[in-house]
């Protein structure tokens, strides 16, 4: 009999490895409660990594860390003008490399949310869209309009009569085409999950409920075009639109932002998903460093799951760097690092990720009973708020306390309980808190840059050793240039090709020659520079609430001819608002010569200008650092306005991050070894206000709410990927606009210093013990914990231990009144020579130091 038994089985597997298909397709869903992947309910914690916003090298290790931390999904949106810089030429290499990306995200063993769009908002310049668009006649973003989205069949084969007819509506099925065509590209690679692959969800459009008003009665018919759009795809799996009330079914309405407990879908077939949760805020230049204290994130994260939610993203987990032009604004800054849990050099941001990680672990503990059942919602008084999911095999809760300011002691299931206020506790069996969100048990590490000048390699000969240069011709200079009577917006005479366009205006003056004269100029943005006669006059810049330049300048022309060169340049274009690819840029005036001998005013909006776009420098293909005459005999040119400047250097040994600190210039861009990292610009100065020692994270959050790096530079640092820079020689090349000295630039490196952790005997246990069997393990007291950040490395000194009453935060802790003697004794013999230690934070390891009092352990260590 149990030898039959065998055999049947064995012919059952030999049928199963015979007949079964090849792929392991999940078949993905959703109903009220949760994504449904293989017939099951998920709990899923996502985080959003823009794949241009790091190189592919970054790429593993940051899925690594996005997966160490918890994360089941990676959510990316799709940047269109990247892929399809020139219509009907796409690019899809190097950092814009999408299936390997996406690949890569799949051999983690995490799923994917892929944010098609195509409009992506971002931060990225033109919100995603190629600028081609705009340039298609008719055309409209974002509306019922036909030639935005309307697919028109071409008959196949076309004829050559037919040929013109179909070309030109073709042309005019972008949306569909450029969706479809990630959408087909995605399948080809079988990368739907419906096909085996990672990607569990695709998001059509983006936050189009936001500014839907403003398109009237063509706002609806548009989106209910876009959702059937992609519904017809057939992509296997679900559809969302964030932001959208009025997404149509199937696709889920998704919330995006700070806090989104209280969101509900529009339908009570959908989950409640939370597609963008920010993490920090983004950073402009002109603008202070904003950051998010991790307790309130916590908050939040723990909120949404206690209210019903099932899927939650980080935006951003890892947010980058905006590198060459690809930042939207104007005035978005270089660096797109956005607090996040993963720095923008890929270091994990501590306590942060590691808090995370913590909260992440703990809702994955309540997983089965949050999505066997909805949320039973009890008041435990004012701003205090139970959810329990309780099923036959289970029981978890999620204890708040919304208040502000006040913390408290409250009664559940006969229990007592302390709840911090602004804070929630997570009891994954009804009874045991095994986290609560103010209460961080993960270390901090400290980072730090240390500078060191450019090594130039092979010394050229000269007075500045390793620098040459090429000064950018003042006015027009190249064969292209024309002439407009008038003044002439900039984005539709660039079309962004390059941030800069020249107007150039040549007057004859008699009477008013020598006359301390005024040019008044205005621009609808983003920043301009005047010369007179060849000389730098006057600069003027927008900034991030107000992009116009309105500038008054102070200048004497001459008797005879006088030329007024204006450069006008952009600093990202809008990326978001109704209607934001309408909006302008440059000088389109009025023009105006102010104070003259007689009282009047000469209006030059109406003459005859002559318009050079781009550089000089740009044509002959200087940002390369391989053409061109670069000039190193003479002395090196400083703050003199537009000047190309170039060093070969050598890389600081090592794979630490790398950054270039610019401090000393003024404003450009800045290419190493041909690759742009981006637009530099150190002497953009925070406002002075505005900022907070330290920013208590009780009480709502806001991107105002916590700012550091007031009255200071918005971005000194410029990330270089190691993967750009070979170990001898490298090409630095910049474009310095308004005038700097590049002999004070230097290049910083990035590393860990001490790590640290501040435990109190307060505090729940860690998640971990619950991973074990036994309920005495679970109980244990609080641990602290420390790891060094570097494989290989072990403790090698302890800075700081003490178990009391200690202050301060990571670098800077003090004793307080009550302190054991031998903390550091004991924390030492715990740590030293191993790479990680745990000390439980209890008076049985240390003795009581001061009775009654509430202790608690911080300790500073270094790894070599
Ligand atoms: C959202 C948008 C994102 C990003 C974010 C701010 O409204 O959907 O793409 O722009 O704001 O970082």
């Known amino acids: 009999m149990a030898m039959r038994r065998t055999q049947f089985l064995l012919l059952l597997l030999w049928l199963l490895c015979v007949y079964a298909p090849a792929c392991f397709c999940a078949n993905v869903t959703y109903d009220h409660r949760a994504l449904v992947i293989d017939g099951k309910r998920r709990v899923l914690i996502s985080g959003s990594i823009h794949y241009p916003r790091s190189t592919p090298e970054m790429w593993p290790d940051l899925i690594q860390k996005?997966?160490?931390?918890?994360?089941?999904?990676?959510?990316?949106?799709?940047?269109?003008?990247?892929?399809?810089?020139?219509?009907?030429?796409?690019?899809?290499?190097?950092?814009?490399?999408?299936?390997?990306?996406?690949?890569?995200?799949?051999?983690?063993?995490?799923?994917?949310?892929?944010?098609?769009?195509?409009?992506?908002?971002?931060?990225?310049?033109?919100?995603?869209?190629?600028?081609?668009?705009?340039?298609?006649?008719?055309?409209?973003?974002?509306?019922?309009?036909?030639?935005?989205k309307v697919i028109l069949v071409c008959l196949s084969p076309v004829t050559p009569t037919s040929c013109y007819f179909v070309k030109l509506n073709c042309l005019q099925a972008e949306m569909q085409r450029?969706?479809?065509?990630?959408?087909?590209?995605?399948?080809?690679?079988?990368?739907?999950?419906?096909?085996?692959?990672?990607?569990?969800?695709?998001?059509?459009?983006?936050?189009?409920?936001?500014?839907?008003?403003?398109?009237?009665?063509?706002?609806?018919?548009?989106?209910?075009?876009?959702?059937?759009?992609?519904?017809?795809?057939?992509?296997?799996?679900?559809w969302v639109m964030c932001q959208q009330e009025n997404a149509p079914d199937p696709i889920i309405n998704t919330c995006n932002g700070i806090y989104c407990d209280q969101f509900?879908?529009?339908?009570?077939?959908?989950?409640?998903?939370?597609?963008?949760?920010?993490?920090?805020?983004?950073?402009?230049?002109?603008?202070?460093?904003?950051?998010?204290?991790?307790?309130?994130?916590?908050?939040?994260?723990?909120?949404?799951?206690?209210?019903?939610?099932?899927?939650?993203?980080?935006?951003?987990?890892?947010?980058?760097?905006?590198?060459?032009?690809?930042?939207?604004?104007?005035?978005?800054?270089?660096?797109?690092?956005?607090?996040?849990?993963?720095?923008?050099?890929?270091?994990?941001?501590?306590?942060?990720?590691?808090?995370?990680?913590?909260v992440h672990k703990a809702i994955k503990l309540c997983e089965e009973a949050l999505i066997a059942t909805d949320p039973t919602i009890t008041s435990l008084g004012s701003n205090l708020e139970a959810a329990v999911y309780k099923t036959e095999a289970e029981c978890v809760a999620f204890l708040a306390n919304i208040d502000n300011t006040s913390d408290a002691t409250v009664k559940f299931n006969g229990n007592s309980y302390n709840l911090p206020a602004w804070s929630v506790s997570i009891l994954p069996d009804c009874k045991n808190v095994v986290l609560n969100?103010?209460?961080?048990?993960?270390?901090?590490?400290?980072?730090?840059?240390?500078?060191?000048?450019?090594?130039?390699?092979?010394?050229?000969?000269?007075?500045?050793?390793?620098?040459?240069?090429?000064?950018?011709?003042?006015?027009?200079?190249?064969?292209?240039?024309?002439?407009?009577?008038?003044?002439?917006?900039?984005?539709?005479?660039?079309?962004?090709?390059?941030?800069?366009?020249?107007?150039?205006?040549?007057?004859?003056?008699?009477?008013?020659?020598?006359?301390?004269?005024v040019l008044h100029i205005e621009s609808l943005g983003h920043a301009l520079h005047a010369f007179i006669n060849g000389k730098l006059a006057g600069s003027g810049k927008g900034n991030r609430d107000n992009s116009k330049v309105n500038v008054e300048i102070p200048i004497t022309l001459v008797a005879g001819k006088n030329t007024i060169d204006l450069l006008s340049l952009t600093v990202g274009l809008q990326h978001f608002g109704p209607f934001f690819d309408t909006?302008?840029?440059?000088?389109?005036?009025?023009?105006?010569?102010?104070?003259?001998?007689?009282?009047?005013?000469?209006?030059?909006?109406?003459?005859?200008?002559?318009?050079?776009?781009?550089?000089?420098?740009?044509?002959?293909?200087?940002?390369?650092?391989?053409?061109?005459?670069?000039?190193?005999?003479?002395?090196?040119?400083k703050n003199q306005p537009l000047t190309w400047y170039k060093i070969n250097f050598s890389a600081p040994s090592g794979n630490d991050p790398i950054a270039i600190d610019f401090t000393g210039m003024g404003k450009g861009e800045a290419w190493?070894?041909?690759?742009?990292?981006?637009?530099?610009?150190?002497?953009?100065?925070?406002?002075?206000?505005?900022?907070?020692?330290?920013?208590?994270?009780?009480?709502?959050?806001?991107?105002?709410?916590?700012?550091?790096?007031?009255?200071?530079?918005?971005?000194?640092?410029?990330?270089?990927?190691?993967s750009w820079l070979q170990p001898d020689s490298n090409t630095l090349v910049l474009f310095e606009e308004s005038g700097g000295d590049p002999t004070q630039i230097s290049i910083a490196i990035k590393l860990i210093g001490s790590s640290c952790s501040h435990v109190s005997e307060s505090h729940p246990p860690p998640v971990d013990l619950w991973n074990s069997d036994t309920e005495s393990d679970r109980s244990g007291g609080p641990v602290l914990s420390l790891e060094c950040p570097y494989p290989n490395e072990v403790i090698t000194t302890i800075k700081f231990a003490s178990f009391g009453t200690p202050h301060g935060n990571c670098g800077n802790f003090s004793h307080g009144d009550c302190s054991s003697k031998q903390a550091l004794s004991i924390v030492q013999k715990a740590c030293i020579g191993s790479s990680s230690c745990s000390i439980g934070v209890s008076i049985n390891t240390f003795g009581d130091p001061c009775g009654g009092v509430t202790k608690s352990l911080a300790v500073e260590a270094s790894c070599t």
């Open 264 to 358: 509900t879908p529009n339908s009570k077939a959908k989950p409640k998903f939370w597609t963008e949760g920010y993490n920090g805020w983004l950073l402009y230049f002109g603008g202070a460093v904003p950051y998010r204290p991790v307790e309130d994130l916590a908050f939040a994260v723990a909120r949404f799951f206690q209210l019903g939610g099932t899927l939650q993203n980080y935006y951003m987990y890892h947010g980058g760097t905006n590198f060459g032009r690809t930042s939207g604004g104007p005035f978005v800054a270089t660096s797109y690092d956005y607090d996040a849990a993963i720095d923008e050099y890929g270091f994990i941001r501590q306590p942060k990720w590691g808090h995370l990680k913590d």
């Open 672 to 722: 190493v070894n041909g690759q742009s990292i981006g637009r530099y610009w150190p002497t953009y100065i925070s406002p002075i206000d505005g900022c907070t020692s330290s920013c208590n994270y009780r009480g709502p959050y806001d991107s105002s709410k916590c700012l550091k790096n007031c009255g200071k530079p918005s971005q000194t640092l410029y990330h270089v990927p190691r």
């Open 437 to 517: 969100t103010a209460k961080i048990n993960s270390e901090s590490m400290i980072s730090s840059f240390t500078t060191e000048s450019l090594k130039e390699v092979g010394s050229l000969e000269g007075p500045s050793p390793g620098w040459s240069w090429i000064s950018e011709p003042i006015g027009i200079s190249k064969a292209d240039s024309f002439s407009r009577f008038g003044l002439l917006e900039q984005i539709n005479t660039t079309a962004d090709r390059s941030d800069y366009l020249w107007y150039s205006l040549r007057i004859d003056l008699e009477d008013d020659a020598g006359a301390q004269t």
């Open 66 to 148: 996005a997966k160490d931390g918890g994360l089941d999904v990676i959510e990316t949106y799709v940047f269109w003008n990247l892929h399809e810089p020139v219509q009907g030429q796409y690019n899809f290499e190097g950092r814009g490399d999408l299936v390997k990306f996406v690949k890569g995200v799949a051999t983690a063993g995490l799923y994917v949310h892929l944010r098609i769009g195509p409009y992506a908002c971002a931060e990225w310049n033109y919100g995603g869209f190629p600028l081609w668009l705009h340039f298609i006649p008719g055309i409209q973003f974002r509306t019922d309009n036909e030639p935005f």
């Open 583 to 637: 909006w302008g840029a440059g000088i389109t005036g009025p023009v105006i010569l102010k104070g003259l001998k007689n009282g009047s005013t000469l209006d030059f909006s109406s003459k005859q200008w002559t318009y050079q776009i781009g550089l000089k420098g740009e044509d002959l293909g200087l940002p390369s650092g391989t053409s061109g005459q670069w000039n190193s005999q003479s002395t090196l040119p």
């Open 178 to 238: 450029f969706t479809a065509k990630i959408v087909d590209m995605m399948k080809q690679e079988n990368l739907y999950a419906s096909q085996g692959g990672p990607i569990i969800l695709s998001q059509i459009e983006n936050e189009y409920g936001n500014v839907e008003g403003a398109y009237g009665p063509a706002a609806v018919p548009y989106i209910n075009w876009a959702a059937s759009m992609a519904t017809s795809l057939d992509t296997g799996v679900p």
